[in-house]
Nanobody, 126 residues
């Protein structure tokens, strides 16, 4: 069983930055692809970013490319999402997710992930 705990959310003005963290239970990050998703009120959960198990591969939604950067520190069992130039439309609950994948794929659909955190709220004011 993989346990994931997100942190780092909060309230920020448009143009500001936040860094989200996702702490995974011990020995779970190796060979797991990690994803970030978000869900705004009344909307479906959408893909934000994926980071391969090695950290060398990343994938981003078009809406965040150039502004968000995913990374991971497997020694700390932690995944990060650096969010810059935030916009009001980035307001959502952000979730991290994990899927066993030693090959290095970067799935972008929520149903492909097996484990989820509880989410952290990000609110961007205009």
């Amino acid at each position: 069983q993989v346990q994931l705990v997100e942190s780092g959310g909060g309230l920020v003005q448009a143009g500001g930055s936040l860094r989200l963290s996702c702490a995974a239970s011990a020995s779970t990050t190796s060979r797991y692809v990690m994803g970030w998703f978000r869900q705004a009120p009344g909307q479906e959960r959408e893909f934000v970013a994926a980071i391969s198990w090695s950290g060398r591969g990343t994938s981003y939604a078009d809406s965040v490319k150039g502004r968000f950067t995913g990374s991971r520190d497997n020694a700390k069992n932690t995944v990060y999402l650096q969010m810059n130039s935030l916009k009001p439309e980035d307001t959502a609950v952000y979730y991290c997710a994990a899927k066993w994948d030693p090959i290095g794929r970067l799935p972008g659909r929520s149903r492909e992930y097996d484990y989820w955190g509880q989410g952290t709220q990000v609110t961007v004011s205009s």
